[in-house]
């Protein structure tokens, strides 16, 4: 459909709250509405770009590609213009109507009161770059003309409340020019040294020209493909500034360039903000794919393993042809190459900062460490590197502190050969898991999982360094220390006990032992060999609610009084009713400590009568009156 008169259009109702958000309450910085115009208009001339490039016969191709800026103070007007791919009338009603990014608002929504909003730079990291202009402008008009065959050009207006016009006008030229007739106390924003500055800051890695009012502004090359030497500090944290749209400064960056197996250049970021740790989005691939500094791909999926995906920047290669498609991205052989070579150099870089810059690298793992996990379960090849950047807090660390793993097996007691964990809500609620007693005993460091994708990652890794995991919980963890019962005589009674308990158990339990590691608890509940650990089964019952929980083992302590006494009863008196209800309370304690307890009313009920019976008058008085 094509309408050549002047037509009305409402806002999407989306961008009508995005606009009250932006304009009135969220953003106090409004200088960056000029850096997402030049960002606009430097991706309509990267595309133009691309299409010189890859289809044949284009006319124009000898025209430079630029960014205009001018004033015109009379008239109160600032104007942005770029001979782009400019729009059809369709995309710009699907382009400047709506929000792209679904979600978008919500996000708004949620920053506007928080104390995040001050500092996280939100206007470039969301895609509603063009409507921060009406930060600044009273009425905004935008002339349009494709690059396509017989374009036809358009004007859109709008004063940014409701609604916006669409009529067609006469253009030269392919590309876009938006015109911002500024609000009165804006007008700071028509002084040509003003400009200049929040280009200069912004904007001054735009890979094409940019002119204001007829000067060109010097720019940067790209960086990427400059030698390290010729880089400072400042440079790396100001590309990424512009890269990001951000004002934030990188918490680290990793510059490489490679000539044989693959040539390319790469120049990548870990940002200061984990924009999934605020609970906003789900990141995008972060890294774009460039061929002699012509952008191929944003955010490519190729390039970088998607666990990775808070990791930002450029790789640039020369061995990849301009007009790939989509579909030879995958499974390209210069591609898998370069993502390898990338990937081990980031990991290794990661490494180097945990070892030489922990306070750095406690950041990013405070940050990113849920990515690492990922990858540590996801990215096979890389598993052993990954392993090394794992932390975590343990029996032996204290308060935020944490340790890797080579920390971890060097100071492995004489004897041990396993690595052991311990899974639980929280390090208090693990500390007094009695399944840490024979640990303590024999000076065996256990580390703490208290995050539930913990015992996931070291059940994919298996080992590290030739170690095997295990949990301290597990039933099968060889212990050579002797039971605590005094003599052969009890400890023959004490058997006699376990075969009492198994009877009156049956299958709500696998198998009742004499333990061999507990030290002050009468017992403990333990994983069958290499079963999953309760917290772990806990999870699989949240997300199918017909999972069975494995039967556990349960050991009894022979040298804890409360045992000692049910040996002794179960010695004089076998069929006595009171040690069958100490049995069964027995077990369920256990059950209610690792929250898995199913039937409390009847739990309840055999509390009481254990308290009516020890709230029962001593016996010489029975016989009293009433
Ligand atoms: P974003 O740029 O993050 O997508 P914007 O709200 O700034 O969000 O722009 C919305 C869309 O409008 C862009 O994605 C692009 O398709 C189109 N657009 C904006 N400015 C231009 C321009 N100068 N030339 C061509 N298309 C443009």
């Not at 990188?250 to 609970?279: C, I, M, N, R």
């Not at 997300?543 to 045992?563: M, T």
Request: charged letters at 30%.
């Amino acid at each position: 459909m094509t309408e050549t008169k002047e037509q009305t259009f409402e806002f999407q109702s989306e961008v009508k709250q995005l606009l009250d958000i932006l304009v009135y309450s969220l953003y106090k910085n409004k200088e960056v509405f000029l850096r997402e115009l030049v960002s606009n208009a430097a991706d309509a001339l990267n595309k133009m770009q691309f299409e010189f490039l890859t289809v044949p016969d284009l006319e124009g191709k000898d025209q430079e590609l630029k960014v205009t800026i001018a004033v015109d103070k009379e008239h109160n007007k600032l104007v942005v213009e770029d001979n782009g791919v400019g729009m059809t009338r369709e995309e710009l009603v699907e382009n400047i109507g709506t929000i792209a990014h679904s979600g978008t608002l919500d996000y708004l929504k949620r920053l506007k009161d928080s104390q995040a909003a001050g500092q996280v730079d939100l206007i470039g990291k969301f895609g509603v770059g063009f409507y921060s202009s009406f930060m600044v402008a009273k009425e905004i008009h935008i002339t349009t003309r494709s690059w396509q065959k017989d374009g036809k050009a358009w004007l859109w207006k709008s004063t940014g409340e409701s609604s916006y016009t669409i009529e067609e006008v006469e253009k030269e030229g392919r590309g876009t020019r938006i015109e911002l007739l500024l609000k009165k106390d804006e007008r700071e924003f028509l002084e040509t040294y003003r400009l200049k500055n929040i280009i200069l800051k912004h904007s001054k890695f735009v890979p094409f020209p940019i002119y204001l009012d007829g000067e060109k502004i010097e720019r940067r090359e790209a960086v990427w493909t400059q030698p390290k030497s010729k880089l400072a500090d400042k440079d790396y944290a100001d590309f990424f500034k512009f890269f990001e749209n951000t004002q934030e400064e990188p918490e680290t960056w990793l510059h490489l360039s490679s000539d044989a197996p693959v040539q390319f250049h790469s120049l990548l970021y870990v940002p200061k903000t984990s924009f999934e740790l605020l609970g906003l989005m789900k990141e995008e691939p972060g890294v774009d794919l460039y061929s002699r500094k012509i952008l191929i791909q944003k955010g490519s999926k190729e390039v970088m393993p998607e666990y990775l995906r808070f990791v930002k920047g450029i790789i640039d290669s020369e061995e990849i042809p301009l007009n790939i498609s989509r579909e030879t991205f995958q499974n390209n052989v210069r591609i898998d190459k370069i993502r390898k070579h990338v990937v081990k150099k980031l990991l290794e870089h990661l490494e180097g900062l945990k070892d030489k810059e922990r306070a750095k690298y406690l950041h990013i793992w405070k940050n990113f460490s849920k990515n690492i996990k990922e990858g540590a379960v996801n990215d096979f090849d890389n598993r052993e590197k990954i392993s090394q950047l794992l932390l975590f807090s343990s029996s032996k660390t204290s308060g935020d502190e944490l340790i890797d793993l080579k920390q971890y097996a060097g100071r492995m007691a004489e004897g041990q050969k396993e690595i052991y964990f311990l899974g639980g809500a929280d390090r208090g609620t693990i500390e007094k898991n009695p399944a840490l007693e024979i640990f303590r005993k024999k000076d065996y460091e256990v580390l703490f999982l208290t995050d539930p994708l913990d015992e996931f990652v070291l059940d994919h890794l298996h080992e590290f360094d030739k170690k095997a995991f295990k949990m301290a919980e597990s039933a099968d963890i060889p212990l050579e220390e002797k039971a605590e019962a005094a003599d052969e005589a009890s400890m023959k009674d004490a058997e006699n006990l376990v075969t009492y308990l198994k009877a009156i158990y049956g299958d709500q339990v696998q198998d009742v032992k004499i333990s061999r590691r507990l030290v002050d608890s009468p017992c403990l509940l333990l994983n069958p060999a290499d079963g999953p650990s309760v917290q772990m089964e806990k999870i699989m019952k949240m997300v199918n609610k017909d999972y069975q929980l494995s039967k556990r083992v349960l050991e009894i302590n022979p040298g804890h009084a409360l045992i000692r006494k049910m040996v002794a009863l179960h010695k004089t008196d076998p069929a006595a009713p009171m040690l069958k209800t100490l049995a069964l309370q027995l077990l369920d304690n256990m059950k209610l400590r690792e929250g898995i307890l199913s039937d409390t009313e009847a739990t309840i009920a055999r509390i009481q009568q254990i308290m009516l019976d020890a709230a029962a008058p001593p016996r010489s008085d029975a016989g009293g009156p009433a």
